[in-house]
Nanobody, 123 residues
C-alpha cells in the first residue's frame, strides 16, 4: 500500500501563489508516476498535472500550462504543485494520486489517492 498526504492548501487572493505538497509513504518503490487532480463544488474531478517518479516527464492540463508547475523531490518522496497567478476558478479540493504506470490524465489508472487539500481563491 501507498499512503499519500497532501498539504499546503489554504485561502489566497486572486493573483497570489500557493505550493501544494504530497508526501508518499509505504510501498513507494511501486510508484511510477504521481498526479494532481482537483474537484470544484458541483463539478467533476479534473486532471491538473502529472510527473514521472524519476521527474523526467511532466504532463499538464492545457488550460493550466504556464501557471502551474509540478515537481518532485526524490529524497523526500514528495511531489509539489506550484500554483501562480491563482484565479477564483482555481478554487477546489486538490488531490494527489499515485500510479504504478504513467497514466497522465487517466484518472481511473491511478491506484492511490490522498484525502485532498482545500484551495480557496478570493476575488
Amino acid at each position: 500500500q501507498v499512503q499519500l498526504r497532501e498539504s499546503g492548501g489554504g485561502l489566497v487572493q486572486a493573483g497570489g501563489s500557493l505550493r501544494l505538497s504530497c508526501a508518499a509513504s509505504g510501498r513507494t518503490f511501486s510508484i511510477n508516476a504521481m498526479g494532481w487532480f482537483r474537484q470544484a463544488p458541483g463539478k467533476e474531478r479534473e486532471f491538473v498535472a502529472a510527473i514521472s517518479w524519476s521527474g523526467d516527464k511532466t504532463y499538464y492540463a492545457d488550460s493550466l500550462k504556464g501557471r502551474f508547475t509540478i515537481s518532485r523531490d526524490n529524497t523526500k518522496n514528495t511531489v509539489y504543485l506550484q500554483m501562480n497567478n491563482l484565479k477564483p476558478e482555481d478554487t477546489a479540493v486538490y488531490y494527489c494520486a499515485a500510479s504504478d504506470s504513467f497514466p497522465r490524465s487517466r484518472m481511473g489508472d491511478y491506484d492511490y489517492w490522498g484525502q485532498g487539500t482545500q484551495v480557496t481563491v478570493s476575488s
